[in-house]
């Protein structure tokens, strides 16, 4: 099992989800977050100087996902997410180790 972490453009969630659901996955998160990356949230970056960060708000979607899904999943979210414009986000792929289905108590690839 893997978790598929990615940060993404508010604006690309619809799009998303709407694939992802193509896909079969069964569950996700949704988090708001506020953050930066190499361009430290501006449009620019100016040679040897530094500026102030400035955070861009971003939503960050994790699903966890049998590990044969993660190659397909990480096509739709780039496909999905992409503008090819600076900040369009990150995908960020973690083992893990144990899942349980609480109601069932059943584990691991069956309880995702
Ligand atoms: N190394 C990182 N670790 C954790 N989160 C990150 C990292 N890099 C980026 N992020 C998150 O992803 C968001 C989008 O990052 P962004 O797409 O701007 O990355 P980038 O490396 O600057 O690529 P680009 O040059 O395409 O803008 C950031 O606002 C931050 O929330
Ligand atoms: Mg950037």
């Not at 501006?42 to 590990?67: C, D, F, P, S, T």
């Not at 999905?80 to 691991?108: C, H, L, N, P, W």
Request: one cysteine or more; glycine letters at 8%; aromatic letters at 4%.
């Amino acid at each position: 099992m893997k978790k598929v972490e990615c940060i993404i453009r508010p604006s690309k969630l619809e799009d998303l989800v709407v694939e992802v659901e193509k896909l079969g996955i069964n569950g996700l998160n949704i988090t708001q977050i506020a953050g930066y990356g190499k361009q430290k949230g501006k449009q620019e970056v100016y040679r040897g100087v530094e500026y102030e960060v400035k955070l861009k708000e971003k939503l960050k979607v994790e699903m966890v996902v049998q590990a044969d899904q993660v190659d397909e999943l990480i096509d739709i979210i780039t496909d999905a997410s992409r503008t090819g414009e600076v900040g369009d986000g990150k995908i960020f792929v973690y083992s893990i180790d144990q899942a349980v289905r609480i109601r069932t108590g059943e584990e691991d690839e069956k309880a995702v």
